[in-house]
């Protein structure tokens, strides 16, 4: 079973309080009748799903059953996908990618690269803080990217042409190549396994070999590890000083959601992240299709309004 506020369902932002569950439960008990998913997306969906979900009766509860089970909780020493989403629920990132498939930043407020293209300076945005209250700092991002670049392939690369990490101060830092790396923004923004989550330092610290045992991020939602019970149970809840969607830059554009209606596991993904994005204040368009239909739009590079 698992447990986290409704907000559970998105990566970058809790729901308004109107609509927020206290809790989020995922049990497999619980389950009755419809399979969902919620697709882990670059943009809005952190949690993939893959059978039914309830809502609690009179308790502002979402539950649902995911598609493995959570045993490790460390989505630097494991590419298991169940890890990952549970990453995406309790960590965030530097970067990210937006629709389009371009590298935004997310964590970072603003930075720059020098002219020979050798030096990134970063800067994080203000306010970011982990579950245990303490600020977001410049040693924690290198710490936590040092400890990725140990084990993700990107990440290796990366590092052979890494030079140094330094923080310039709790909030600036930079990243001296020593040569040029194309993929420095992509490899930060990496959207899959291994993620680059940004830790506290102190975990970040920890051999990469060797798994957290404190899993504390700065994300949408905190863990409940002494209600955690592998193979039953896994809970979160609502981190409520986590940064709204208008603040991270959000401005109205449409998120068209494509519903295969002749596919039941879809079409129930598809109802369901409608309805949680569109809690979110977000702009989405439900269109209904056939799985034919969706897998030819898909793959087109032409515009939305235009059959893509």
Request: glycine share 6%.
């Amino acid at each position: 079973m698992l447990s986290v506020p409704a907000a559970t369902v998105t990566e970058l932002s809790p729901y308004p309080s109107t609509f927020v569950p206290e809790d989020f439960v995922m049990n497999k008990d619980s389950a009755r009748r419809y399979s969902t998913r919620l697709v882990l997306g670059a943009f809005a969906v952190g949690v993939m799903l893959s059978a039914p979900f309830a809502w609690g009766q009179g308790q502002k509860v979402l539950k649902f059953i995911p598609q493995a089970d959570l045993r490790i909780l460390d989505p630097i020493t494991t590419t298991a996908y169940i890890t990952r989403n549970h990453g995406y629920m309790i960590y965030d990132t530097l970067f990210a990618t937006d629709a389009k498939f371009q590298v935004q930043p997310q964590m970072v407020d603003k930075y720059e690269l020098s002219s020979d293209k050798l030096i990134y300076t970063f800067t994080l945005r203000d306010g970011l803080k982990f579950h245990d209250g303490t600020p977001v700092r410049s040693a924690d991002c290198i710490a936590s990217i040092d400890r990725w670049s140990k084990r993700d392939a990107l990440g290796q690369k990366m590092a052979e042409s890494t030079e140094s990490w330094k923080a310039v101060d709790d909030k600036t830092f930079t990243l001296k190549l020593k040569k040029p790396f194309p993929l420095a923004l992509e490899a930060l923004a990496k959207p899959s396994s291994n993620v680059p989550f940004i830790m506290p330092e102190r975990i970040a610290k920890t051999d990469a070999s060797t798994n957290i045992t404190e899993p504390i991020g700065s994300g949408p939602f905190k863990f409940v590890k002494e209600e955690w019970v592998p193979g039953s149970k896994v809970v979160y809840v609502k981190n409520t000083d986590y940064v709204l969607i208008k603040e991270a830059g959000y401005k109205g554009e449409k998120i068209v959601i494509i519903s295969a209606t002749d596919q039941p596991i879809v079409h129930s993904q598809s109802l369901l992240t409608a309805e949680m994005l569109r809690k979110l204040g977000l702009n989405v368009d439900l269109q209904a299709g056939d799985w034919g239909t969706l897998i030819t739009r898909r793959t087109s590079k032409e515009p939305v309004d235009k059959g893509g």
